[in-house]
């Protein structure tokens, strides 16, 4: 097969994750423009090749046999950030911390939250992904999303944001979103980044190989309020391992890689502290790290 330029064959995916675990992409690429990216979209949907895409990987894990089909990776142009007056307008590869941080530096505020979520704009909007109170869609103006077709804008109400998902499918990647923000003084905006991250430091684990949170805080009843976190802590999962993978002694809801952690064996650890949550309290942790390509669930996943 006759690959379009910039395509690579059998890409580490492991490196471009923050767990550091997995195998390869078959076909991998950096698009670096809209038009890159729609017409790597449209090959691969006339070769009937699937689609991924990977932002930071700081939610993400990669089966241990690698991805069949091709991965993106979006670059240059889709990770510039820039300002349109109160607007901050950011490409889907853009760190979310890295665009609160600019956005600080401008005097716009709004988007504090982002310098605690590790991941990309795009993955952001994907996930829905929110912390400290702070909530992506209040600030969300549009996105512009690049499919097969074309690309399009969609607003908030059209992307079917839930807790933790939206509605954008396979073969649909954000390649740019804008943030309307509010003029604010740069110093008080700084020292609201600092205060976010210093909680952060102080809560959960730092500096080691590892993804955010393991599990989505459930809406079961039996919960009582309790965070996955709590959940997990509670039913003596701190600390817990499997191979090179555990649960971290700080916080129970993160997945750590000790060493040479397999894909596998985070899975493991992750069954065994789903298992015992169900347990104790009944309730059925659900995942809330995306997975990447094939794996197999270890048995009784389901139970």
């Known amino acids: 097969m006759a690959l379009p330029g910039g395509v690579e064959r059998d890409y580490s995916l492991a490196r471009l994750t923050t767990v550091r675990a997995g195998g390869d992409a078959e076909l991998f690429a950096r698009p670096r423009s809209a038009r890159e990216l729609v017409d790597l979209l449209a090959w691969a949907a006339a070769d009937g090749i699937a689609v991924e895409a990977v932002g930071s990987g700081s939610n993400l894990l990669v089966a241990d046999a690698g991805v069949r089909g091709l991965v993106l990776k979006l670059d240059g142009e889709l990770s510039t950030i820039e300002r349109e007056g109160t607007m901050l307008v ?7 911390p890295s665009a609160a941080a600019k956005a600080a530096g401008w005097g716009l505020g709004g988007l504090e939250f982002g310098i605690n979520i590790p991941g990309t704009v795009g993955g952001a909007v994907r996930m829905n992904a929110n ?5 992506l869609a209040r600030v969300l103006e549009w996105v512009e999303v690049c499919t097969a ?28 979103a804008a943030f309307g923000l509010a003029e604010a003084e740069p110093a008080a905006v700084k020292a609201i980044l ?10 959960q684990p730092s500096g080691i190989k590892t993804f955010g949170s393991t599990f989505k805080n459930p809406d079961d009843p039996r919960a009582e309020g309790r965070t996955a976190g709590q959940l997990l802590e509670a039913a003596g999962c701190r600390g817990l391992a499997a191979g090179g993978a555990r649960f971290s002694p700080k916080h129970a809801n993160f997945v750590e890689n000790t060493g040479s952690a397999t894909t596998a064996d985070v899975l493991s650890v992750m069954a065994a502290g789903r298992r015992r949550v169900k347990e104790r309290f009944g309730v059925e942790l659900e995942p809330e790290v995306q997975v990447l390509g094939e794996v197999e669930w270890p048995q009784g996943w389901e139970r």
């Open 131 to 135: 912390a400290y109170g702070g909530q």
């Open 149 to 176: 077709a074309g690309a399009e804008r969609r607003v908030p109400d059209e992307l079917g944001f839930a807790y933790r998902s939206s509605n954008l499918g396979p073969g649909e990647v954000v390649s740019r």
């Open 90 to 96: 950011c490409g889907g590869g853009v760190r979310l």
């Open 194 to 203: 600092a205060e976010m991250r210093a909680k952060r430091r102080e809560a």
